[in-house]
């Protein structure tokens, strides 16, 4: 299967600096994001090939939330904005719910502005008791949006249709002031990402940790 982020973990010196791990536990990883329009952007990304979230197995989820956990607690060293955490959730090709990569990945992006307000103007959300509730849109086989502002609760809309690749990052962009760098393709900002991995590397270690309610 001719998946990135599938060879990312297989790749022992990536030549371009968005593929470098940053961090990782048994089953997933992070790594800055290209089109880093705001420091401190980073996808969490399963090692194991799953369509998005909806597919990972139960069992897995208590080790996705300490490891995002673990990553906003070092994001916090870095980033004085709260983090907003999405998903485009592909169920299947043609379903792709925006996604521009077909494989399981958090957005984790420190933004000032909450985007649930704009999003909910769209999107008829509803709330999630856990993250591994998305699990259900498998079931029903119909890709969905997942929102969560930090500390607050998580929310998910299931989509009756396709909505443009990229969705949550045009409307992201918008929100920050910065309309122009929604698309990685065009603006990939690796000079900015380069700042951000170095400065993680750097502080991780010293990271605090936070409580979480």
């Known amino acids: 299967m001719d998946c990135l982020f599938c060879s990312i973990p ?13 961090d990782e536990s048994e089953n997933f990883y992070a790594k800055a994001a290209l089109g880093h329009f705001v420091f401190g952007y980073t996808l969490i990304i399963s090692k194991e090939h799953f369509l998005s979230f909806a597919y990972v197995p139960e069992h897995q989820f208590p080790e996705l939330e300490a490891f995002r956990d673990n990553v906003l607690d070092k994001l916090h060293n870095i980033c004085q904005h709260p983090i907003t955490i999405m998903e485009h959730g592909a169920i299947n ?7 521009c990569i077909d494989h399981a990945h958090l957005h984790l992006m420190p933004l000032a502005a909450d985007l649930y307000p704009i999003l909910s103007e769209r999107f008829s959300f509803g709330e999630l008791g856990s993250m591994n509730e998305v699990r259900r849109f498998k079931d029903a086989q ?39 760098l929604w698309d990685w393709r065009v603006k990939p900002l690796r000079d900015v990402l380069q700042r951000f991995t170095s400065e993680y590397k750097r502080l991780a270690v010293a990271a605090p940790k936070r409580s979480r309610t």
Do not use: F, K
């Open 142 to 180: 119909t890709p969905y949006l997942y929102y969560q502002r930090e500390g607050l609760r998580s929310n998910a809309v299931e989509l009756s249709q396709d909505v443009p690749s990229q969705t949550l990052r045009r409307i992201a962009c918008q929100a920050s002031g910065e309309p122009e």
């Open 93 to 99: 090709r043609p379903g792709r719910a925006g996604a």
């Open 10 to 22: 297989e790749m022992s010196n990536p030549s371009n600096p968005e593929d470098e791990i940053i």
